[in-house]
C-alpha cells in the first residue's frame, strides 16, 4: 500500500513524485518504458529546451485560457531555472527566451531521478499498467504486469499520443475517461503541415530552403515570425509548427514571405529608378528560386517595366498574403506536442484534482494545456507536477 501511485515517469510524472515523497509521502513511479524522462531526453536536439524566459499564460492554449495561471506563477520559470542552477547544470539562452542546457538533456533527467532517490520515492521501469480501479473504500487498486499496486492517490502523468515510438498511449486519456472526466478531442500539434500533389508541385523545388516568414491561420488574431522550412512533404520551421497549434483542419495559413519589408513596393522604386529593364524575378530581394516561384505564382513573366497594376496586385498577394489550405498535419509521428486532452473544468486548477473523483490527480500534457514551441510544454510539465505535488 502506497500513500501515492504516479502513473507515468516523464517530465510532469517525476517533478509531482519528488514534491510528494519531499512532503513524506511514500510514492511510486510505474512507467512501461525501459528508462525514465524519455521524451525530455530526445528533446531540444538532445539539449533539452527546458522552459522559456518569456512564459506567460497567453501563451498556452486551451478551451479555458485562465486555468494554466495558476500553476505557472505558483512553481515559474524562475523556480526552475534556479533548481537547474543549483544542480549545477550549465544552460544558455538560444533565441526567443529559449533556455537549453549546454551539455545534455541527460543531465535534466539525471538531476530529477537524483531528486526522487533523495527525496525516497521509488520508481519502477518496465511496469504495465492495465486497470485502474477505485474502491468503495477510496483506494485505487492499478494492476499491472508486475503486480497491483494500491494507494489512496493516483496520478495520472502519462503523457501525450505523440511518437508513439518513443512509447506514447492513449492510456491515460481512456483512464481519465473511465472515471468519468471529459475529453477536449485530441489533434497533433507543433506539426509539419502537408499538402496537396497540385499544391506540392509548387512547393517542392523549394524544398530546402529556409526564410524569415510570418504565419497566421484563417479567423485567428495572432501570427508568428519565424523560420519558415519547405520540405518534399510541405512546410514546417517555427513559424508552421507554431501555427499548426492554432490552425483547424480545412481552413487556409496566411503566409508574409517578407515580413514587414514590402518587396513590390521597393520593386517599383526600382522601376522608377531606371531599373525597368531588368526581369521581374531578378529585382526582388528573396533568394533566386524563391523569387521566381513568387512570380510564377502571381502569374507574372518578363520585365519590371512591362508589369501592371494589377499584376503587382497580385505580386503582392503572392509575397505577402500567400493564403494556402494545407491537406493535413504530418500526425502523431512527428508531432511535439497533443492538443486537447482532460477537460479542465472537470480538474481544480491547484491541485490538478479531478473534481467529481477523490484522490485523482491529472498532470502534464494530458491535461487540455499546450504550450508554445520553445520551452514552453516543459514549463508546463513542471508547473502542473509541481503543483499536484503539494496536493498528494
Ligand atoms: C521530439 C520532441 C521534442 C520535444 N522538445 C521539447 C522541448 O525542447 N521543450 C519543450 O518544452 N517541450 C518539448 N517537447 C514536448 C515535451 O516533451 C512534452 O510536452 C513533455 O514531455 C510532457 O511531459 P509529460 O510528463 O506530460 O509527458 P511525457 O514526458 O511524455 O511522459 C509520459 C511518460 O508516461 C509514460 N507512459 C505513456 N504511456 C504509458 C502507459 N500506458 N503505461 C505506463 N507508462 C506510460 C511514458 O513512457 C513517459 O515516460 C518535445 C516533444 C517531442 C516529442
Known sequence: MWDVIVLGAGAAGLMCAIEGARRGRRVVVLDHARAAGEKIRISGGGRCNFTNLQIAPDRFISQNPRFARSALSRYSQQDFID?????????????????????????????????????????????????????????????????????????????????PKMGASDFGYRVAQAFGLRIVPTRPALVPLVFTDAQLDMIRPLAGLSVYARVGAEGQRIAFEEGL???????????????????????????????????????????????????????????QALARNVVTRAGLSGRLADQTRAGFDALWRSIHDWQLVPAGTEGWRTAEVTAGGVDTRDLDGRSFAARSVPGLHVVGELVDVTGWLGGYNFQWAWSSGWAAGQAV
Request: aromatic content about 4%; proline content about 3%; hydrophobic content about 45%.
Open 229 to 287: 522550412l519547405f520540405t518534399h512533404r510541405g512546410l514546417s520551421g517555427p513559424s508552421i509548427l507554431q501555427i499548426s497549434s492554432y490552425w483547424s483542419a480545412g481552413s487556409a495559413i496566411r503566409v508574409d514571405l517578407s515580413p514587414g519589408r514590402d518587396l513590390v513596393a521597393q520593386a517599383q522604386a526600382g522601376r522608377a529608378a531606371g531599373l525597368g529593364g531588368r526581369d521581374l524575378v531578378n529585382v526582388l530581394d528573396l533568394p
Open 83 to 163: 533548481r537547474v542552477t543549483r544542480a549545477g547544470i550549465a544552460w544558455h539562452e538560444k533565441t526567443l527566451g529559449q533556455l537549453f542546457c549546454d551539455g545534455s538533456a541527460r543531465q535534466i533527467v539525471d538531476m530529477l531521478l537524483r531528486d526522487l532517490h533523495a527525496a525516497g520515492g521509488a520508481l519502477r521501469l518496465g511496469v504495465r499498467p492495465g486497470a485502474v480501479k477505485r474502491g468503495a473504500d477510496g483506494v485505487f487498486q492499478v494492476e499491472t504486469d508486475a503486480g497491483e499496486f494500491t494507494a489512496r492517490t493516483v496520478v495520472l502523468a502519462t503523457g501525450g499520443k505523440s511518437i
